[in-house]
């Protein structure tokens, strides 16, 4: 299993967030694929659909295509920082992605342009919820 590597501020309570969400983002990744247009079909993926392709009775993702594992760390960072940064950020702006640009070289040492969107999207995640709460 991959290593995770944790930006300073990240704690238990992050991870404990991180691991309730996770399944959501692997759900969203596979449909967004196909909502946008992706040559990929309506997956509608599943618990049962996981269990199929950990036992090689359905096709896993070929290689070249970024899988919802090349990007958890990004969505999971992202998510975990909205958490730690609300007191001081209210919305994505260039000043919040600044400090998280530098949180994510500092843990991941760069490639801050492959993740950025996936980075938001965990960031939007927790803010979209609360928002849904308040209305």
Do not use: C
Request: charged residues 40%; hydrophobic residues 25%; aromatic residues 14%.
């Amino acid at each position: 299993m991959k290593e995770r590597r944790n930006p300073s501020w990240w704690n238990q309570e992050h991870e404990s967030a991180w691991e309730r969400v996770k399944e959501a983002f692997k759900r969203d990744w596979d449909q967004t694929k196909h909502d946008m247009g992706g040559n990929e079909p309506d997956t509608d993926q599943d618990v049962d659909d996981t269990v199929k392709q950990a036992a090689g009775k359905q096709p896993i993702p070929p290689r070249g295509h970024r899988t919802y594992e090349d990007v958890e760390d990004a969505y999971r960072f992202g998510y975990g920082a909205r958490s730690h940064y609300a007191k001081y950020y209210k919305d994505w702006d260039d000043e919040v992605e600044t400090q998280l640009r530098e949180d994510w070289e500092q843990t991941y040492g760069g490639r801050w342009t492959d993740y950025r969107s996936a980075v938001r999207l965990g960031w939007e995640r927790d803010h979209d919820k609360e928002m849904r709460k308040a209305a």
